[in-house]
């Protein structure tokens, strides 16, 4: 196999965009949105359905009630925001199934998809397959 394509297969393993995200919720109830920004931000937006894990706050005590055999998919702010690489590194050297989504939280609402929190945003609604 070529050195490119190997790149982007391994970069597909580990990173999500948002409309991937969205289907995947759709259909799919292995996935675990991960938002690991402050819980400031997370009150003030995020991805339905999210769950709040801090990148600074992730270790084996706190992640101990999550499922192994789901697949983890962290986010933050956007491309200015490093917190879902940092969330994603933490969990998956905790053993989690990881994946990225690409453009955070501000790609996800480009994209129209709605937000929950104090200030959420209106856009297409996720039919849970949870």
Known sequence: MNEQ???????LKYEMDPSDLY???E?????????????????REHIPNAINLPHREMTAANTSHLDKSKVYVCYCDGIGCNASTKGALNLAKLGFNVK???GGIE????????TEGNEATAGAQIQCAC
């Open 5 to 11: 394509i190997k790149y982007y297969e391994d970069k």
């Open 23 to 25: 289907a995947g919720l």
């Open 27 to 43: 259909t799919d109830t292995n996935l675990v949105v991960v938002d690991a920004r402050q819980a400031f931000g997370y009150e």
């Open 100 to 102: 990225e989504l690409i």
């Open 107 to 114: 790609w996800w609402k480009f994209d129209g998809y709605a």
